[in-house]
Protein backbone atom coordinates (compact mmCIF):
# COMPACT_ATOMS: atom_id res chain seq x y z
CA UNK A 1 0.00 0.00 0.00
CA UNK A 2 2.81 2.62 0.79
CA UNK A 3 4.62 1.74 -2.35
CA UNK A 4 1.64 2.35 -4.35
CA UNK A 5 1.19 6.34 -2.45
CA UNK A 6 4.94 6.66 -2.87
CA UNK A 7 4.33 6.34 -6.74
CA UNK A 8 1.87 8.55 -6.52
CA UNK A 9 3.95 11.49 -4.77
CA UNK A 10 6.59 10.79 -7.18
CA UNK A 11 4.25 11.28 -9.75
CA UNK A 12 3.35 14.29 -8.11
CA UNK A 13 6.19 15.58 -7.98
CA UNK A 14 7.11 15.37 -11.40
CA UNK A 15 3.60 17.11 -12.47
CA UNK A 16 4.66 20.08 -10.28
CA UNK A 17 8.17 20.39 -11.36
CA UNK A 18 6.54 20.67 -14.56
CA UNK A 19 4.25 23.29 -13.78
CA UNK A 20 7.57 25.05 -12.24
CA UNK A 21 8.83 25.15 -15.81
CA UNK A 22 5.73 26.38 -17.38
CA UNK A 23 5.21 29.06 -14.51
CA UNK A 24 9.22 30.37 -14.71
CA UNK A 25 8.12 30.21 -18.76
CA UNK A 26 5.34 32.53 -18.53
CA UNK A 27 7.41 35.44 -16.55
CA UNK A 28 9.09 36.71 -19.40
CA UNK A 29 6.28 36.49 -21.49
CA UNK A 30 3.89 38.61 -19.67
CA UNK A 31 6.94 41.05 -19.42
CA UNK A 32 6.95 41.35 -23.25
CA UNK A 33 3.30 40.82 -23.68
CA UNK A 34 3.54 37.25 -25.80
CA UNK A 35 -0.41 36.52 -25.54
CA UNK A 36 -0.10 33.72 -28.20
CA UNK A 37 2.89 31.76 -26.55
CA UNK A 38 0.84 32.31 -22.67
CA UNK A 39 -2.28 31.09 -24.20
CA UNK A 40 0.20 27.91 -25.61
CA UNK A 41 1.68 27.51 -22.14
CA UNK A 42 -1.50 27.96 -20.32
CA UNK A 43 -3.41 24.82 -22.16
CA UNK A 44 -0.18 22.76 -20.68
CA UNK A 45 -0.75 24.21 -17.82
CA UNK A 46 -4.13 23.19 -17.90
CA UNK A 47 -3.76 19.40 -19.12
CA UNK A 48 -0.93 19.04 -16.48
CA UNK A 49 -3.56 20.25 -13.46
CA UNK A 50 -6.29 18.00 -14.37
CA UNK A 51 -3.05 15.29 -14.17
CA UNK A 52 -2.45 17.15 -10.70
CA UNK A 53 -6.57 16.62 -9.73
CA UNK A 54 -6.69 13.11 -10.67
CA UNK A 55 -3.54 12.43 -8.78
CA UNK A 56 -4.50 14.12 -5.88
CA UNK A 57 -7.74 12.12 -5.18
CA UNK A 58 -5.90 9.06 -6.13
CA UNK A 59 -3.71 9.61 -3.23
CA UNK A 60 -6.22 10.33 -0.80
CA UNK A 61 -8.35 7.23 -1.73
CA UNK A 62 -5.03 5.43 -1.24
CA UNK A 63 -4.01 7.30 2.06
CA UNK A 64 -7.45 6.37 3.23
CA UNK A 65 -7.15 2.70 2.37
CA UNK A 66 -4.12 2.67 4.19
CA UNK A 67 -5.11 4.34 7.29
CA UNK A 68 -8.64 2.27 7.49
CA UNK A 69 -5.96 -0.58 6.78
CA UNK A 70 -4.51 0.42 10.28
CA UNK A 71 -8.27 0.78 11.77
CA UNK A 72 -7.45 4.48 12.14
CA UNK A 73 -10.92 5.90 10.26
CA UNK A 74 -10.35 9.68 11.65
CA UNK A 75 -7.47 10.00 9.23
CA UNK A 76 -9.38 8.76 6.15
CA UNK A 77 -7.54 10.87 2.73
CA UNK A 78 -4.83 12.04 5.69
CA UNK A 79 -1.65 14.49 5.35
CA UNK A 80 1.65 12.52 4.57
CA UNK A 81 3.16 13.88 7.35
CA UNK A 82 0.29 12.01 9.59
CA UNK A 83 1.71 8.83 7.47
CA UNK A 84 5.13 9.66 8.07
CA UNK A 85 4.42 9.62 11.84
CA UNK A 86 2.67 6.00 11.53
CA UNK A 87 4.55 4.12 8.61
CA UNK A 88 6.83 1.38 10.68
CA UNK A 89 9.30 1.11 8.19
CA UNK A 90 12.62 3.01 8.17
CA UNK A 91 12.67 3.00 4.43
CA UNK A 92 8.86 4.06 3.71
CA UNK A 93 9.57 6.61 6.29
CA UNK A 94 12.85 7.89 4.60
CA UNK A 95 11.16 7.56 0.67
CA UNK A 96 7.98 9.70 2.28
CA UNK A 97 9.77 12.33 3.95
CA UNK A 98 11.75 12.93 1.40
CA UNK A 99 9.01 13.22 -0.99
CA UNK A 100 7.19 15.30 1.43
CA UNK A 101 10.02 17.74 1.31
CA UNK A 102 10.52 17.73 -2.21
CA UNK A 103 6.31 18.19 -2.99
CA UNK A 104 6.83 21.15 -0.09
CA UNK A 105 9.92 22.77 -1.56
CA UNK A 106 8.46 22.94 -5.12
CA UNK A 107 4.61 23.94 -4.04
CA UNK A 108 6.44 26.39 -2.40
CA UNK A 109 8.52 28.18 -5.28
CA UNK A 110 5.45 27.30 -7.28
CA UNK A 111 3.31 29.69 -5.43
CA UNK A 112 5.97 32.23 -5.20
CA UNK A 113 6.31 32.01 -8.83
CA UNK A 114 3.00 32.42 -9.36
CA UNK A 115 2.62 35.12 -6.94
CA UNK A 116 5.23 37.17 -9.25
CA UNK A 117 3.28 36.05 -12.51
CA UNK A 118 0.13 37.60 -10.57
CA UNK A 119 1.87 40.67 -9.63
CA UNK A 120 2.81 41.60 -13.29
CA UNK A 121 -0.93 40.72 -14.91
CA UNK A 122 -2.19 43.24 -12.24
CA UNK A 123 0.50 45.72 -13.31
CA UNK A 124 -0.25 45.65 -17.22
CA UNK A 125 -4.07 45.72 -16.11
CA UNK A 126 -3.72 48.81 -14.46
CA UNK A 127 -1.51 49.89 -17.19
CA UNK A 128 -4.51 48.64 -19.77
CA UNK A 129 -6.83 50.97 -17.24
CA UNK A 130 -4.82 53.79 -17.21
CA UNK A 131 -4.26 54.14 -20.81
CA UNK A 132 -7.91 53.44 -21.99
CA UNK A 133 -8.24 56.77 -19.09
CA UNK A 134 -6.02 58.49 -21.02
CA UNK A 135 -7.51 58.07 -24.18
CA UNK A 136 -11.04 58.64 -23.07
CA UNK A 137 -10.19 61.59 -21.17
CA UNK A 138 -12.12 64.72 -22.26
CA UNK A 139 -9.05 67.11 -22.87
CA UNK A 140 -10.28 70.34 -21.68
CA UNK A 141 -11.01 68.94 -18.25
CA UNK A 142 -9.24 70.43 -15.51
CA UNK A 143 -7.29 72.28 -17.44
CA UNK A 144 -9.00 75.80 -16.60
CA UNK A 145 -11.05 77.05 -13.76
CA UNK A 146 -14.90 77.69 -14.83
CA UNK A 147 -17.04 79.50 -12.42
CA UNK A 148 -19.93 78.05 -11.82
CA UNK A 149 -22.64 80.29 -12.00
CA UNK A 150 -21.29 80.73 -16.14
CA UNK A 151 -23.18 79.08 -18.90
CA UNK A 152 -21.99 75.59 -19.55
CA UNK A 153 -20.74 74.45 -16.28
CA UNK A 154 -21.38 71.09 -15.78
CA UNK A 155 -21.85 70.03 -19.33
CA UNK A 156 -19.00 68.10 -20.38
CA UNK A 157 -18.90 65.41 -22.02
CA UNK A 158 -17.67 61.73 -20.54
CA UNK A 159 -16.39 60.26 -23.46
CA UNK A 160 -15.66 59.80 -27.19
CA UNK A 161 -19.16 59.23 -28.27
CA UNK A 162 -22.58 61.38 -27.81
CA UNK A 163 -25.03 58.71 -26.77
CA UNK A 164 -28.00 61.67 -26.67
CA UNK A 165 -29.16 60.91 -29.72
Known amino acids: MVEAIVETLGKQALLYSQLLVLAKQKTPLLVKNEVEQLNAIMQKEKKLL????ELEQ???QLSGQFFSSLGLLRYRGGRLIEMIRIVASAQ???KLTELHSELTELLGELQNVNELNQ???????KFIDYSIDLMVEDPNEDMTYQHPLSPGYGNARNGLFDTRG
Open 119 to 125: QLIEQSL
Open 92 to 94: DKQ
Open 58 to 60: LRM
Open 50 to 53: KQVE
